[in-house]
């Protein structure tokens, strides 16, 4: 590790409170999307603290070590949005439902920060709006450009908002997507949102809710890539210091679970509903304003390490095969904290092409393409892409006919038997 490639941040993000303390100590990991070809495996990899602080102050929960974001983002940065059936079709859905819910006017401007390859703002675009995304992993955004959607590839904040609105005019919605819990710096990025919309528009943002982590026991989206797991009483106070405030809040399903926080600028046009409200009491309900409760947590996924051991080393010992289905970034976190490497799970199976034939850092497990599963044929198969788990499982239902079983990692390791139940209760 060199101290040029990260740093520790030990104030909030969101109040610039340096009362912090960890609750949280994973182990140090290398960058989870940053996959490696044949040709680098043998290089050696730095990894980096994966240590989350809990700000007693305002009750926000982060990440300490910041890690390089032209590490993270603009070297071969390989997920893809439209390689997600599933996140496809949510995004669609979202689309169809702000139109709807807002009335938004057709031709007018809608912009998303982190835009990735432009799917979401593809739904707006056929819709009749104008659309401009806002990305750094400079290859995707070259290819989103390619294919109709305009997309800066860049960091977005207050200078490059300053920028847009002056050469394209306010923005009437501006969205994002499972972006803004990796942004060191997020008092930059709400700056320029503040700026860049009209006096009426609206910004809506995505991200995972630690709500959902905690009662799940799913700590691998604690990586490199997100600095801030966000719980709705932090984000109202911060939200408001820069001339924010939050109308309606959503739980829903991407990303294993999130939040659909809707915001305007002070004094716009529409009301707060009861579901701001609603969500503040359950997480009063839930301790999440203690650090107690995170250091709790911490035990548990300790406990769930241990018993997805003790499991995955039995059926080795009884001479099955074992692999792993997804290669997402969250897998390197799982991988690395349970200590589980090629010589536990055999290879791993990936939908996004962009990852075959490459190897999972730290883990170094081998990435095929998904139609190996039928081909080699493995006894078990740990579902490493668990947000996608109910989706993959109903696609292989052929592996499943044919002998193989799939396990779930979290929150409680088990083998799926039944297979047909397990669709009716997740479905």
Known sequence: ???????????CRLCESSDLEMVIELT?????????TADEIEEKRPSYPLEVYFCNDCDHIQLGHVVDPKI??????????STSPVFVAHLQEYSVAMIERFALEEGTLIADIGSNDGTCLRFF???GFEVLG???????????????????PDFFGFKKAQYLRKERGPATLITSHNVLAHVDDLSDIIKGVEHWLSDDGLFVMEVGYFVDVYQKVWFDTI??????????????????????????VERIAPQGGSIRVISQKKGGPYGTDASVDNLLELERSLEMDRPETFRAYNQRVNEVRDDLGTLLIDLKQQGYSIAGYGAPTKATTMLMHFGLSQEMLDFTLED???KHGCFL??????????????????????ILAWNFAHSIIKKHRRYHEEGGRFILPMPVPRIVEQLDTYLRQTQ
Do not use: C
Request: net charge negative.
């Open 361 to 382: 850092p730290g883990a170094m497990i081998p990435i095929l393409p998904a139609d190996e599963l039928y081909v080699r044929k493995p006894d078990y198969v740990v």
């Open 125 to 127: 675009k056929a819709a």
């Open 28 to 36: 140090p990991t290398p960058p989870g999307n940053y996959v490696l």
């Open 352 to 354: 996004n092409p962009l």
């Open 1 to 11: 590790m060199t101290t040029s490639d990260f740093y520790f941040r030990d104030t």
């Open 223 to 248: 990586y490199h890539e997100h600095l801030d797991y966000h719980t709705l009483a932090p984000l109202l106070g911060f939200l408001a210091r820069h001339d924010l405030e939050v109308i309606e």
């Open 72 to 81: 993270l983002f603009q070297r071969r940065y390989t997920y893809v949005s």
């Open 134 to 152: 806002i990305d750094p992993a400079t290859d995707i955004a070259g290819r989103a450009s390619e294919e109709g959607i305009e997309t800066i």
